[in-house]
């Protein structure tokens, strides 16, 4: 078994889906980091089985808009001192701006410049987005 | 400070140059594992200041040649019942087979179909390979 401790002080992204891990690693570009980070993927867990982790030795800036379009079921563990100082549970945001980005190439979107990328929430289970001006549906792509 | 505990069974990569433990992961492929993997990037370490290190709860095939071109520096710890029961060193191999790819478009890995790409060891130091070739110079690049 492979056992990861506290971190100090920072942030720890637990619960995330197996396989979404990686991609919100991705996301937050944490390769390019100079501070500790730790991807944990398929770490064993008690509820679900199986998990991804993300633990961040820094205090960096989280966009939790984008956390809930990515992977609703996360839940965000602020940590100070070696301790859990707040515990933020996400949800899919109603309605996002500048997060993902309409590939329809009628969309106004694509073809005028300067227009700011709207979409908002259809499905919540199935995690769906749609273009708030030509309504093609999406979900979370890197 | 963030700990990492051990595996009971698989691989551990340690002494990662920090930046390459997640070219390493990308080049085994490890965000599609089904078991349990870690990557610890900037993790404090005694002796280089940082480390990355990757722990694969598996035992997967592993090209130490491979290795040896990305970061020669790292050693290959393979882990039964939480033991380590073989450490292997890496160093940069003499030559490698169809691990790089000649990027020289008059090249004739580029312009003949199936020809095997071949590179020798340069600068040991530089970690740079040449094309048997056509002596193009190159470094490892995912």
Redo the contacts between chains.
């Keep these: 078994?492979?056992?990861?401790?506290?971190?100090?002080k920072g942030i720890v992204i637990d619960h995330i889906t197996p396989?979404l891990g990686?991609r919100i690693f991705e996301y937050l570009k944490?390769?390019k980091?100079?501070?500790?980070?730790?991807?944990?993927?398929?770490?064993?867990s008690k509820k679900e089985g199986r998990k991804d982790v993300l633990?961040i030795?820094n205090n960096i800036d989280l966009d939790l808009r984008v956390l809930g379009v990515i992977d609703p079921t996360v839940t965000v563990n602020i940590i100070r001192d070696e301790k859990i100082v707040e515990k933020i549970k996400i949800s899919p945001p109603e309605s996002v701006e500048d997060v993902m980005k309409c590939k329809n190439p009628r969309c106004v979107t694509s073809t005028e410049k300067g227009v700011i990328q709207k979409f908002s929430l259809l499905d919540k289970e199935e995690l769906s987005y749609k273009c708030d001006y030509c309504d093609n549906i999406y979900n979370w792509e890197v």
Tied chains: 1, 2.
Excluded: H, Q, R
């Excluded at 078994?1 to 100090?8: A, F, K, R, T």
């Design positions: 078994m492979l056992y990861i401790d506290s971190i100090s396989g990686f944490l390769d980091s100079d501070f500790t980070v730790a991807l944990i993927i398929n770490a064993p633990k030795e």
